[in-house]
């Protein structure tokens, strides 16, 4: 109100100028900061339109088989190095099983084991190394819902990579369920140099 009682005291020039200072200063806010963050989420959005568009023609055609495939298995993520990914790896595995309410389990973490020469031998190249997989052997009881919930969780979570043993034991007089299973993360174990000289 004060502002209005003090713009309605004001001579006819004054008010001449305060609206014409009004105007300058949201044309300033407009100029500086509202029209610069606009055209950078148009842009933004123009890039996003034009990825999916590309991503919709090359889809056009592809083998049913291949759709259904990508539907399958998702997105897929380049490797990283072993050391980041066994990290990854027991970060998951620990954040799954106490968002389910299991604290108390056993894990074997075993260091990158090598795989063959002709597992994406250019990508690991790329990064310096060879392709090789970090296991963890696992061990927890849960009921069976969250079981379910916990092995569903695994195969989703893109820092594991693939479940290969997977063993269940109902206890009826518990109602818990036993659960014994091997979940894997790959990733690139850097080259030794090799030893030696003249």
């Known amino acids: 109100m004060r502002v209005i009682d003090w713009y309605r005291g004001l001579p006819r020039a004054g008010k001449w100028g305060a609206s014409a200072g009004s105007l300058m200063a949201a044309f300033l806010v407009l100029d500086q900061l ?12 123009d890039r996003l339109t034009g ?18 495939s990508a539907l ?13 990914g066994m ?17 108390n389990y056993g894990q074997d973490l ?28 696992l061990r927890f009881e849960a009921g069976p819902d969250d079981v379910t919930a916990i092995i569903a969780e695994f195969d989703a979570n893109p820092d594991i990579d693939c479940i290969t043993d997977l063993k269940l034991s109902y206890n009826p007089v518990t109602k818990r369920v036993g659960v014994q299973m091997m979940v894997e993360k790959w990733g690139v174990v ?9």
């Not at 509202?34 to 959005?45: K, M, Q």
């Not at 990825?51 to 259904?68: F, K, Q, S, V, Y």
């Not at 027991?90 to 968002?99: E, P, T, V």
Request: charged share 25%; net charge positive; hydrophobic share 40%.
């Open 190 to 198: 850097p080259a030794t140099p090799a030893r030696g000289g003249s």
């Open 72 to 84: 399958v298995h998702g997105p897929n993520a380049a490797p990283t190095k072993e050391v980041q």
């Open 87 to 103: 990290k990854r790896l027991a970060a998951a595995i620990d954040s799954i099983l106490r968002k389910k309410g299991v604290k």
């Open 110 to 137: 075993r260091r990158a084991q090598p795989l063959a020469g002709t597992v994406l031998p250019d990508v690991a190249a790329a990064l310096g190394g060879k392709m090789g997989r970090t296991v963890a052997d």
């Open 51 to 68: 990825a999916l568009e590309r991503a919709a023609e090359r889809a056009e055609g592809l083998p049913d088989e291949i759709t259904a």
């Open 34 to 45: 509202v029209w610069p963050t606009a055209d950078a989420l148009n842009d933004r959005a």
